[in-house]
């Protein structure tokens, strides 16, 4: 939706990214094996688990990481306005749905249907 938005093109599930200039090569896995699409940057390109291989950590980085201040800051020193922008004017139920009622054939079914709430 948002490459249509924006009149970009768009690749879905790209298992491998090239930027040559103002073009991707956007390779990805269908049904029959894998496809190459080429597209005009800017575009939209959705990744699939196999574009990056996954770093595990280790226990001395866990440990050195553990040791490591942890620095607070708040959104102001970051000149961030936090402040509410939306307002509750009013929040209530919805109207109850009146009681169903039961019909004794198909006949009067559809004679309620017609007469009654008009829908046919």
Same mark, same amino acid.
């Given at each position: 939706?948002?490459?249509a938005l924006l009149g970009w093109g768009q690749a879905t599930f790209a298992s491998k /990214?090239? %930027?040559e200039g103002g073009v991707a090569k956007v390779t990805r896995e269908v049904d029959g094996g894998l496809e190459t699409l080429s597209l005009a940057l800017p575009a939209i390109v959705t990744?699939? !688990?196999r574009l990056n291989e996954p770093r595990y950590v280790t226990l001395p980085n866990i440990m050195k990481a553990k040791k490591k201040p942890l620095e607070n800051v708040k959104p102001a020193d970051l000149g961030v306005d /936090?402040?509410?922008r939306l307002k509750t004017l009013k929040v209530s139920e919805p109207p109850r749905r009146s009681a169903g009622i039961k019909v004794a054939? %198909?006949?009067? !079914? /559809?004679?309620k249907l017609k007469n009654e709430a008009k829908v046919i």
């Open positions: 939706m948002l490459a /990214v090239e %930027v990744t699939d !688990l /936090v402040a509410p054939d %198909v006949a009067a !079914l /559809v004679d």
